[in-house]
């Protein structure tokens, strides 16, 4: 079984996922500090180390398992703590922005990377075997980040899409949507085993990444 598995595809697999989540985190961390929340800051968190956001389970095990086995796994990192009290006035239109950071971040690597694929010739890359690595790097790079992207911008709490709805809702709309918060990860689950998520995400990510490519 491992003879048929490419280690190099492997490791540039994981190597964009740990770099893109870190970049993500990052944003997160950062935003909150511009916009008045230290808290992220003060724990090292507004950093491109990779080591500051790395979730053993859900960055290296479940990734790394993932991979070798071709099940369906995106990974996650540790989330950057936000102290809204810090935030002042207006705190939910600014945890609105800080959650909407992560995915765009993701966003602006899938068009940064995509701008690299038409730079380099990657029809020909793909045959030079020094190049070859640089291709499927881009093409991960695109691809990966379209569906982080598109996942955490789901409206379901805890996900980022879910705090950018809390941040546009107000009075009893606004309410009832965070008595969903404690529920977010069985109704993630839910739409898992029931093959919705897939349908949902999919569909969107893969439009978005061959317009990219």
Do not use: C
């Amino acid at each position: 079984m491992l003879a048929n598995i490419n280690f190099v595809a492997v490791f540039i697999a994981f190597f964009v996922l740990v770099f893109s989540l870190t970049v993500h985190e990052a944003a997160h961390a950062l935003t909150a500090d511009r916009l008045g929340d230290p808290t992220a800051r003060l724990l090292g968190r507004v950093s491109l180390n990779p080591a500051v956001h790395i979730d053993p389970i859900g960055t290296i095990l479940f990734p790394l398992i993932a991979m070798f086995t071709g099940v369906p796994l995106i990974g996650w990192a540790k989330p950057v703590p936000v102290n809204t009290r810090q935030l002042g006035r207006h705190w939910k239109r600014k945890f609105m922005v800080i959650a909407a950071a992560g995915p765009l971040s993701n966003l602006v690597m899938a068009v940064i990377a995509s701008l690299f694929l038409h730079i380099v010739p990657v029809s020909s890359a793909l045959g030079e075997a020094t190049l070859a690595p640089l291709a499927v790097f881009l093409y991960r790079m695109v691809g990966l980040n379209v569906l982080l992207a598109i996942f955490n911008m789901i409206p379901v709490p805890p996900l980022d899409g879910g705090n950018v709805v809390a941040g546009l809702l107000r009075g009893p709309a606004a309410e009832a949507y965070e008595r969903l918060r404690p529920y977010g990860f069985l109704i993630l689950y839910a739409l898992m085993l029931t093959g919705m998520l897939a349908r949902i995400v999919f569909p969107v990510a893969d439009a978005v990444e061959s317009w990219l490519l």
